[in-house]
């Protein structure tokens, strides 16, 4: 994104790149078929889930005034239009907790004035979202989002594990409060008697913790051992709301057995039920607002601006990661000012507004690249398996590959070349070939596992269209004609997903990786060398990341504490926001710039995995055979044992790969020596592994992959048209 504060100039630069791939931004969702279910369904749940719980909520907080009703409205309409007319397809819009807190707080002002009251609430928050609206334009008119580009990864990945703890906490809230009295119910009811109230609570312990495990269990469905590959696909794609309906038909097995009310389940009037709708016609008593507070409305107007444009501008970032490796550009400019013709909108026919949410905007790039990797990956297959019949070499099998990627790519007229394409064969096919004379001779599966090694090939890439967007819209609006069965939905479910949630977004948080590296023994540190990691691993000393890690959890720990604060709780972004210049001017003065700029880069650089097979000498290298179902996906994005997007080359490794199969030499890493295996390998490691000595074994390095230079012919280019190297 051009960093730019000329008045317009943003947001026309946005619109015209945006319109270039406006069509093929629902070309691309049509023609992935069927498969766009799967993403479509997974963010479905992970936004409609959050928004019922806040509706519930502000339920409460406003005697009623707003309630789910409200919330998927808003949710779907925002969504609805952000989908067909927002500059980002990537983003997703829902009502947010901050938004919550925000009108609880002014529901609380309004009640105590009686020249406002309860019934003029929602028309004086029209006036608060008429100024919200205003302010958003001027920020979007002078570039103020051109700042987002010195939020680095300090702010941002701080700022998401802020939004993790909160949805932990809510979680946690939840499942405690399923043990006490819930406000405005009989006491006298049976199911609130002391002893039920604890059966419910233990009840509700059961239901969460089961669909939290469930869930997580079912989004690694793909390396399971058991069933075949196309059911363990159906399970990682759709299991998460299967396991919703699960424990939800599992909370009415001991409904005969126990009280009316156990367990506790979603409540909100149906839409049709009478004065559900009032708040549609609010803009006719906006008129009646005292002119005092229409003027008075400017100053929570100037919070939620101030909130809505870094929650808006920060869910837009985090869903354009680099690493995410995106072809077309950004659009918070325009985005921005979408959001305040939304605010508006929405302020005018009584609904609290949408913008953009975390973490279900980088969840929904995450379910997106492993639709294209799925995508991708049959098609490379049929392509491998059609020429292995063919009886090719090694070299017209990788050469047929890459021109069937190339065929994949949908370039725009006005991009670049992208140096995106097939990563290099792995060194040990190479020399498996070699050393069995397969080289030059036909191949077959012996030497080249087709459903194993076609993962290591494929780069990280995402299927970015507006579809999966517009299709979950349409059915968080659905929901709102379904309140009837969600109502059916126990309460502790709502709890578990929450939960659920915020284990979803810590995998590929360097700043969460940093937290666990520090209760990592010394003598294990080596593992960490031995799996995907960032390179500050290896090239910053851990006094350093253990120094800066923690000034940055001391950090987060102030942030979550401002948000126990009733009224000054909205305003934690400020904090976030302030982070730019700590780290522009005050961290460099405490830390060397090489190790913040390892610790802080703007790119998640990966360093390859640094392997040790244990083999006994004399032992002979075992043909591969592969049983795999044809259908099966391995889609190692997910299945990782973390669970992350990760690189698998670190861009700080310069390659020197051949441009011809037949002139590929042993790979060799900068950063890895043949020795050694790593600049602190030893170090982390010790003298090695005596008892393996003893026992006779060798430990053998497993070469790791060079970064690709092939597949340069590819267009497409990165989200700020800049090449990138997977």
């Not at 498969?35 to 928004?51: D, G, N, Q």
């Not at 609430?121 to 051109?146: H, K, P």
């Not at 913040?596 to 075992?622: C, H, K, M, S, V």
């Amino acid at each position: 994104m051009e960093e730019t504060f000329v008045p317009f100039r943003g947001i026309k630069n946005d619109l015209k790149s945006r319109l270039l791939c406006y069509k093929q931004d629902w070309t691309g969702g049509f023609r992935a078929g069927i498969r766009i279910l799967a993403p479509t369904t997974y963010i479905f749940f992970a936004s409609a889930i959050p928004v019922i719980s806040f509706g519930e909520q502000l339920e409460r907080n406003t005697d009623g005034s707003l309630t789910a009703v409200q919330t998927l409205a808003s949710t779907a309409l925002c969504g609805i239009i952000h989908s067909v007319v927002g500059g980002q397809p990537l983003l997703i819009l829902g009502v947010a907790e901050p938004t919550v807190l925000m009108y609880t707080f002014m529901f609380n002002f309004v009640k105590d004035r009686k020249d406002l009251e309860h019934k003029l609430f929602l028309a004086w928050t029209g006036w608060v979202c008429v100024w919200t609206a205003l302010l958003l334009f001027l920020l979007a008119i002078l570039g103020a989002c051109s700042i987002i580009n010195r939020f680095t990864r300090v702010a941002g990945e701080l700022f998401g594990l802020l939004i993790a703890m909160l949805f932990m906490q809510q979680a946690i809230r939840g499942v405690v409060e399923e043990f006490g009295l819930p406000q405005r119910e009989n006491p006298d009811q049976t199911a609130l008697q002391p002893s039920w109230r604890f059966g419910n609570g233990m009840f509700a312990l059961v239901l969460s913790f089961g669909l939290l495990l469930t869930a997580l269990r079912s989004r690694k469905a793909r390396s399971w051992r058991y069933g075949t590959g196309w059911l363990r696909g159906f399970i990682a794609d759709y299991g998460v709301p299967l396991m919703v309906l699960v424990w939800t038909a599992v909370s009415y097995i001991p409904v005969n057995d126990v009280p009316r009310g156990i367990p506790r389940r979603l409540f909100s009037p149906n839409p049709w039920s009478p004065g559900a709708y009032s708040n549609w016609t609010v803009i006719k008593d906006m008129v009646n607002v005292p002119p005092l507070y229409i003027v008075g409305a400017f100053i929570p107007a100037t919070m939620i601006a101030v909130l809505y444009y870094f929650d808006h501008s920060v869910a837009s970032q985090l869903a354009q990661q680099k690493e995410f490796n995106l072809k077309k550009p950004s659009s918070y400019h325009y985005d921005l000012l979408l959001l305040g013709f939304l605010v508006i909108l929405c302020g005018l026919i009584g609904i609290p507004p949408s913008n953009g949410v975390i973490p279900q905007s980088p969840m929904h790039t995450k379910s997106l690249s492993t639709l294209k990797h799925q995508l991708l990956r049959n098609k490379l297959v049929s392509t491998a398996r059609k020429s292995i019949s063919k009886n090719s070499n090694l070299s017209q099998l990788y050469q047929s590959m890459q021109e069937a990627y190339n065929e994949m790519q949908t370039p725009l007229v006005y991009q670049l070349p992208s140096t995106l394409g097939l990563k290099e064969l792995k060194e040990s096919t190479i020399q498996l070939a070699s050393s069995t004379g397969y080289i030059d001779a036909p191949i077959d599966e012996t030497i080249f596992d087709v459903d194993k090694e076609i993962d290591e090939l494929l780069p990280v890439e995402v299927k970015e269209q507006r579809l999966s967007n517009l299709l979950q819209a349409l059915m968080v609006g659905g929901c709102v004609a379904a309140m009837p069965l969600l109502k059916k939905i126990p309460t502790s479910v709502l709890w578990g997903y929450f939960a659920f949630m915020a284990i979803e977004s810590l995998p590929g948080n360097q700043f969460w990786e940093r937290i666990l590296l520090l209760f990592t023994a010394p003598s294990r540190r080596y593992k960490v060398l031995e799996e995907y990691h960032a390179t500050f691993v290896e090239t910053v000393p851990f006094k350093t990341i253990a120094t800066f890690t923690l000034f940055q959890t001391a950090y987060l720990l102030v942030c979550f504490g401002i948000t126990w604060i009733p009224i000054a709780g909205v305003l934690f972004p400020l904090l976030i926001m302030l982070l730019v210049p700590v780290r522009q001017y005050l961290l460099p003065m405490f830390f060397k710039g090489a190790h913040l700029q390892d610790l802080d880069a703007a790119e998640y650089e990966e360093a390859p995995t640094i392997a040790y097979n244990i083999t006994f000498e004399g032992q002979e290298r075992q043909a591969r055979t592969s049983h795999t179902d044809g259908a099966e996906i391995l889609d190692e994005i997910i299945t990782r044992s973390r669970g992350e997007i990760h690189h698998t080359q670190s861009p700080k490794l310069s390659s020197t790969a051949p441009s011809s199969l037949g002139d590929i030499k042993p790979s060799y890493n900068p950063q890895v020596s043949q020795k050694a295996y790593s600049p602190r390998i030893r170090q982390l490691r010790g003298e090695g592994n005596p008892s393996l000595t003893e026992m006779g074994l060798d430990l053998k390095q497993t070469p790791s992959p060079e970064p690709s230079t092939l597949g340069q012919s590819c267009h497409g280019s990165s989200s700020s048209e800049k090449n990138l190297h997977v």
